[in-house]
């Protein structure tokens, strides 16, 4: 099993829009509408932003926004803001009741 | 609001087991979630270990499967990570969590385990 991958790094200015790639293969990411999408800050545990692929959970900015192409899955974070500086996972479902994380994205918020 | 909590040693010795507990407040873990457990090396990305379902059944990520084993106390509405044989490569932050099957929405705040003699 192994990690999806995403960019080690990612970084924009405030207001600008930054996108998050996430590539698995047809085993988990393409294979399912299972793509969910995590912020991280520092010392801190996860948080949920996005799952079945596009849906937002209720008190999430609809600044962030995901999609799905094939393998590879995206987060868009539009409207940057210094709190959006974070560590940002996705993970897939990857059949047989398991579940596989990417390698994680530092976002930094120029 | 369902909380989790993890427990454990906060080190542990190569070759040893790693021993975690997961207590579950706010409601019960009978409710019909799935419960992981997921961990972090000090500067890596998530790994997914495993889950238990109510009824006792599991399944876990394949790297691990020989070593893990995760399980269920109804009574003390709680849940455990056994991992034995550990190496260095073991050290990680322990995050206890709760989902739906298709993902992760509630998670503890973590432990942290280190592997040394």
């Known amino acids: 099993q192994s990690a999806l991958t995403q960019p080690a790094s990612v970084s924009g200015s405030p207001g600008q829009s930054i996108t998050i790639s996430c590539t698995g293969t047809?085993?988990?990411?393409?294979?399912?509408?299972?793509v969910s999408w995590y912020q991280q800050h520092p010392g801190k545990a996860p948080k949920l932003m996005i799952y079945?692929?596009?849906n937002r959970p209720s008190g999430v900015s609809n600044r962030f926004s995901g999609s799905k192409s094939g393998n590879t899955a995206s987060l868009t974070i539009s409207g940057l803001q210094a709190e959006d500086e974070a560590d940002y996972s996705c993970?897939?479902?990857?059949?047989?009741?398991?579940?596989?994380f990417g390698s994680g994205t530092k976002v930094t918020v120029l | 609001q369902v909380q989790l909590q993890e427990s454990g040693p906060g080190l542990v010795k190569p070759s040893g087991t790693l021993s975690l507990t997961c207590a579950v407040s706010?409601?019960?873990?009978?409710?019909?979630?799935?419960w992981s457990w997921v961990r972090q090396p000090p500067g890596k990305g998530l790994e997914w270990i495993g889950q238990?379902?109510?009824?006792?059944?599991?399944s876990y990520n394949p790297s691990f499967k020989s070593r893990v084993t995760i399980s269920i106390d109804t009574s003390k509405n709680q849940f455990s990570l056994n991992l034995s044989s550990v190496t260095a490569a073991d050290a990680a932050v322990y995050y206890c969590?709760?989902?739906?099957?298709?993902?992760?929405?509630?998670w503890g705040q973590g432990t942290l385990v280190t592997v040394s003699s």
């Open positions: 969590l709760r989902h739906g099957g298709r993902f992760f929405d509630c």
């Open positions: 706010g409601g019960s873990i009978t409710s019909g979630n799935y």
């Open positions: 238990i379902y109510l009824g006792g059944s599991t």
């Open positions: 047809s085993s988990d990411v393409g294979g399912y509408n299972y």
């Open positions: 079945d692929v596009s």
């Open positions: 993970s897939s479902y990857s059949g047989s009741s398991t579940y596989v």
